[in-house]
């Protein structure tokens, strides 16, 4: 694997392999059989963030220290490109720098495609951290390592993604992951919040959230994007936290088993109650520790893996 992109047409064993990597990593890193790997020692990863984050980028940067990596973090506010560098520019300036990966947040969707062939010739790695509307790879296979820990394989089962999926990058990558792994994914949203060609996914749709819940595996809440909504928001933020919050009232209506996600940073109130962001059965926090594991995952079948079987 040369970049991580996308997850659409991602081969199942390949989602698998950096599955069951990440798994082995936590395994030994929690139980501290190792504290550091010395894998990437003398590789360089560059994270380069166009727009905010704490998840993503703070865990990009603690996978690659945790794999002896040199890992150096660019901003646009920080750098040149405050003073109307270009993309191309600035990914070729980090390339002849000695970058072996740059992991790039981009409000442009395909952003990290353009990336990857500016940077064909000098055979740098892309990591995709956010694209836009597009895709967030990372976050749906760190969703994946999670429903895998607390259900097991995941073919057949039943997962909803519920809210914004029109500005959600998170959606559309967790759509591709988790139907390729064999799961059953049903988006639930107002029509307003759909993408116009949602009819030609591999998804079931429903606009009511309760007739769902009973029968789910897995609950998956996205953040409403009011940065993404410059024409206004229909329904209101009261008319949508009532038709598609996971209230106290709704979580009871989730079979014992089922799980809830959300990829943070959450809006508590809107999109998911206080107390169940806080409850045992939402898996939050295991999102953001399986996010550190999944990338280092990631870095090592990027940087180190090909190196090991050639
Ligand atoms: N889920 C996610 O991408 O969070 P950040 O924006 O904090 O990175």
Redesign the pocket.
Known sequence: MKHLLTTEGIDPAQATAILDTAASLKQALEGREVRKLPTLRGRTVITVFYE??????VSFEIAGKWMSADVVNVSSSGSSVGKGESLRDTALTLAAAGADCVIVRHPASGAAHRLAGWLREAGTSVVNA?DGMHE?PT?ALLDAATLRERLGELRGRRIAIVGDVLHSR?ARSNVHLLTALGADVTLVAPPTLLPTGVASWPVTVSHELDAELPSLDAVMLLRVQAERMHGGFFPSAREYSIAYGLSERRLKLLPEHAVVLH???MLRGMEIASAVADSPRAAITDQVRNGVHVRMAVLYHLLAHEEETA
């Open positions: 905010n984050s704490t998840r993503t980028r956010g967030h976050q998170v990829p943070g940073p």
